[in-house]
């Protein structure tokens, strides 16, 4: 005779047991079938509720491979801070990339599994604590991604208006409620592009800048037809936007973006992408034309920058006329300068120009500052260098890597070499790895974390959860009241209402983009 712990473990292990009365309990709690099947407990059915934190892409590739394996009576939770689904795609992904969009319809597929629950606007760390999802599940996955950004901690960054995260404008015009709500940022941003001859500056060279330098330089009846939101497309309207620089510190040949994107940048109506020849010149060191001619791929995009027009050939920049769109190279940024007329607002960035150099080891190209500067007058700077993950409370992190550390997705209790696993709490996506690649690279990160899940589950690492369920831990945290939890289908009233409303207007969807609109729409 086993206590229902030791008849678990000994399943886990696949060891045989003898049936007796903890069977039918056993096998209750673990909604596996025990009573069919005592003698062994396999990895699929031994895994009975699972807990995902985040519903982005990450969260749902590792629910669609985790469905897979389990068995008819496991649960999988997915919980999200939004009350709608879908994490970047939805809030990153630039409005005017309707295909990248179109992986929605995968994710809605995992969803309509029965064993699949959605809790939207469940903010993990507050609503509900990571110790009490640790007793409710067996498989506890985070896949919270990133909702920070890297910063530069030069001076006037927190102090001048006009000053602005890239993620901070990308959400602002995808209709995230923390950002789309924001009136004074609304106000700020209408009122610096509605200047006769504005001028931007993106600092950065990923495509997250790309996608900013094109949704500012299009002409809104070129959007008017995506999901923006409204409130951006009313601001883009009324835009007088000269000229937008999209600055790197390295050269042309390390630039992050891809052909793809920066081929759609060169080819915007009423718009004309520069490139000053001499900082394409200033890029071709020996080192990079040798690593130039190891990648195809690269040699391509960089023969495309190097193609482009100069800054001077070709008609004015200016309102009404052609916006200019112009990639700059090997410029560090060292300060933002006020504007002397309204010294809270931004009116130049600073840059010391750069030259490159192999690292130490010399592996690696590095921007290496000369001591000549330049200033380059802009009203709004969007600082697109990276996202970047934050801890939540009760859950080891590494500051230095901003992840949460992990081995193939096994959660460790410290960022060490050395550190074991936290039972039972694995990570995928942009919180694993770190805040790069595709939608698509989280599929290979899903199915690792899916592999280590399984193998742990066979080993008998798993610890066991508890049967009550979510719901009933945010009505005991007090924080979030049950009605105000967004089911998968009250997230299907908001989809068929947004896009309705967006049908009226010739778009795919008109975002909701106020939290309290959002639930009343669910509940309605
Ligand atoms: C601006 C931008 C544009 C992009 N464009 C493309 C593109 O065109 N094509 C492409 O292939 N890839 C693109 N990507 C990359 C792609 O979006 C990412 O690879 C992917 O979204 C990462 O998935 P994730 O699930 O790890 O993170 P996310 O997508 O960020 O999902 C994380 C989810 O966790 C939720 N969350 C956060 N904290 C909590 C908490 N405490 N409790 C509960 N939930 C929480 C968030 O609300 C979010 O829904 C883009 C990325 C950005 C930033």
Redesign the pocket.
Known sequence: MYTLRQYAVRCHRRQPVAAGPFVEFASRKHHVCFSTNPLYGTASNIISRVGI???????FYVAKYLLKELGPGATVDV????PTPF???RT???PD?PE?KAVQSDFEKVAGDPRFSFYGN????YDVDVATLRSLYDVLVL?????EDRTLGIPGEDTLEGVVSARTF?NWYNGHPDYAQDAKLTGMLGEILAQASAQVAVLGQG??AL?CARVLAKRPADLETSDICEHALEVLRESKLAAVSVVGRRGHGQAAFTIKELRELSRIPGARLVVPPEEVAMGLTEFTIAELAQSRPRKRLTDLVASLPGPAVGGQAGEGRERVVALRFLLLPRAFLPDPRRPRRLGAVVFERARLELDGQGKRVVAVGTGETEELPCQLALRSIG?KSQP?EGLPFDNKKAVVPNRHGRVLEAASEEAVPVPGVYCT???KRGPS??????IYDARETVAAIMEDATQGKLPFSSSSSLLEALAQAGRKKPEDVVSWEGYGKIDAWERRHGAARGKPREKVTDSRRLLEIARS
């Open positions: 934190v985040g519903a982005g892409p990450s969260g919980m999200d801070s939004l994490g970047l795609v990153g992904v630039a990339h990248v469940v903010r993990v760390g896949a919270y991604g990133a909702s990308v495509n997250v996608d996202y939540v996506g942009w919180v690649g595709i939608i698509n690279t989280n």
